[in-house]
């Protein structure tokens, strides 16, 4: 674990940099490959609140979220990123099955094979799907774990349905308190940052995704390992979002406040986060998390990008089977 500066010495000419990188990701063209589809696997469980089919649940708006449900043994949930789907999880969700752990991801609404609605592409929608799934497989004293926009959702979770069925949380790159800039939160990003995402994904998403996987893994970055693999498997997997569901969940990660939420944790908590992370910056995020969160553990990776859990996969899992333990 490091010590990271204060916010007021993170110098303009290194944020000019963070959002030059992160922009820069919607120019260049690469030839697309076919979306790959994951097939549903079907799994019987007990019902508590909700509809199911097989390895989905119906929320009250008629949204069909298909989940995961690997394990048996303390619970464990994952959230992903955006726009990513459950599959994003799997080295997590192995490895802790593995070791006697219950581990259930879902992909949310407007993502993966979740269906596509055209309402409810918020935090509060993606926290009420959450829990639907969290009671309508009954999980009980369960490890939150979200990365990314996930751990908005895992802080929305808490701030709207409370901890009854929390044991722990676990935040990895993730974009609370609050991502975009303003006169309460003059570090953040421009909101130019996420209308330049938006037009990205309206103009030619393949392409976008493409590119903005580079930053998201540090591949840009003299010296990076990250293979052409992990590249190629996030365009797969960001594909499989609706473009629709994928624009509305830009605002939804860059402009929800999570303050209250934050306040509202009273879980034992792990913040884990990259010092170079170009997506979600450590000094606007994970530090003014770990602040308002009382008695937080925060663990940072020098030089390491926003997507982690594939770029220090061990070292992240290592980490998370030592908090579950603990």
Request: aromatic share 8%.
């Amino acid at each position: 674990m490091r010590d990271i500066p204060n916010p007021s010495a993170v110098s303009l000419s290194r944020r000019d940099a963070l959002l030059g990188s992160l922009i820069a990701g919607i120019a260049a063209g690469l030839p697309a490959v076919a979306a790959a589809k994951t097939p549903k696997q079907p799994l019987s469980v007990s019902l508590n609140h909700g509809k199911q089919t097989t390895s989905t649940i119906i929320t009250k708006d008629g949204t069909e979220i298909y989940y995961k449900d690997w394990g048996t043994g303390p619970v464990v949930t994952f959230s992903h990123g955006w726009p990513l789907n459950s599959d994003a999880w799997d080295g997590q969700m192995l490895f802790l099955a593995q070791r006697g752990f219950r581990v259930v991801a879902h992909d949310r609404r407007g993502h993966g094979r979740s269906s596509q609605p055209t309402s409810g592409n918020d935090m509060n929608g993606y926290a009420d799907d959450l829990a639907a799934v969290i009671e309508t497989l009954d999980l009980r004293d369960a490890t939150l774990v979200g990365h990314s926009t996930g751990g908005g959702e895992v802080a929305r979770y808490i701030g709207r349905h409370g901890t009854k069925r929390v044991a722990k949380a676990v935040l990895i790159g993730a974009v609370p308190p609050v991502m975009v800039k303003s006169a309460t939160n003059p570090e953040g990003l421009p909101i130019e940052v996420f209308d330049a995402i938006r037009a990205g994904l309206a103009k030619d998403r393949s392409q976008f995704y493409r590119d903005f996987a580079l930053p998201f893994y540090g591949a840009n970055r003299s010296g990076s390992s990250v293979s052409q693999g992990t590249l190629d498997q996030f365009w797969r997997l960001s594909m499989q979002a609706g473009l629709l569901n994928a624009y509305e969940c830009v605002k939804a990660f860059s402009e929800t406040d999570f303050t209250e939420d934050l306040r509202k944790f009273d879980v034992p908590t792990l913040v884990l986060h990259g010092e170079d992370d170009q997506i979600v910056p450590i000094q606007d995020s994970a530090v003014k998390s770990a602040r308002l969160i009382k008695g937080a553990k925060e663990i940072y990776y020098p030089g390491a990008p926003h997507g982690i859990t594939a770029t220090h996969q061990d070292q992240v899992n290592a980490d998370l089977l030592a908090f579950l333990k603990a």
